[in-house]
T-cell receptor, first 115, second 114 residues
Framework: GENVEQHPSTLSVQEGDSAVIKCTYSDSASNYFPWYKQELGKGPQLIID?????GEKKDQRIAVTLNKTAKHFSLHITETQPEDSAVYFCAAGGFLSGGYNKLIFGAGTRLAVHP | GAGVSQSPSNKVTEKGKDVELRCDPISGHTALYWYRQRLGQGLEFLIYFQGNSAPDKSGLPSDRFSAERTGESVSTLTIQRTQQEDSAVYLCASTLTGVNTEAFFGQGTRLTVV
């Protein structure tokens, strides 16, 4: 079945360093790759997404890259700050035919940014 | 309301009882998901509704789990004969269309089976 693998499961960095989280997906029909941030006690919130016609997208300190051939995509956070500490989830969508979207999530990465 | 609303926010139930969880999606959103999140774990897909199409129930873990949605409005997730392993946060999300758009999540319902 559809599968999204995410690594690492935990990541600890010093404030100001960069953080990279990587995901791979199994279904080559996937064409939408969002990243969500979940803070304690809250539902996940979208922080950035990328579609399969784009290789890279950047929004201030965060960027995503997509390699469709290898079926993997990554989240890059630069100049990390303590408020970046949260659980980050990658997801892949577009498994179903007819243009319908079904988001399958990775297992999550717990990021801790230490002052 | 402005966002996805879920109720109750917390539910404690005795093993063997049935529970019903409710999700009010953002008005106009055609697609709706239910996910389960066990403590410290990822988001486990349960079921997906898209407009008037037959729902994708492939993630429901057993026949004790069922969900309904009337048109493009409220959805209810029902768990019958609850077990302790059903304890988790149940998250609902809705999207404007079914085609690769942002999913907005509710705050979740924390279910504890004692």
């Amino acid at each position: 079945g559809e599968n999204v693998e995410q690594h690492p499961s935990t990541l600890s960095v010093q404030e100001g360093d960069s953080a990279v989280i990587k995901c791979t997906y199994s279904d080559s029909a996937s064409n939408y790759f969002p990243w969500y941030k979940q803070e304690l006690g809250k539902g996940p919130q979208l922080i950035i997404d990328i579609r399969s016609n784009v290789g890279e997208k950047k929004d201030q300190r965060i960027a995503v890259t997509l390699n469709k051939t290898a079926k993997h995509f990554s989240l890059h956070i630069t100049e990390t700050q303590p408020e970046d500490s949260a659980v980050y989830f990658c997801a892949a969508g577009g498994f179903l035919s007819g243009g319908y979207n079904k988001l399958i999530f990775g297992a999550g990465t717990r990021l801790a940014v230490h002052p | 309301g402005a966002g996805v609303s879920q109720s109750p926010s917390n539910k404690v139930t005795e093993k063997g009882k049935d529970v019903e969880l409710r999700c009010d999606p953002i008005s106009g959103h055609t697609a709706l998901y239910w996910y389960r999140q066990r403590l410290g774990q990822g988001l486990e897909f349960l079921i997906y509704f898209q407009g008037n199409s037959a729902p994708d129930k492939s993630g429901l873990p057993s026949d004790r789990f069922s969900a309904e949605r009337t048109g493009e409005s409220v959805s209810t997730l029902t768990i019958q004969r609850t077990q302790q392993e059903d304890s988790a946060v149940y998250l609902c999300a809705s999207t404007l269309t079914g085609v690769n758009t942002e999913a907005f999540f509710g705050q979740g319902t924390r279910l504890t089976v004692v």
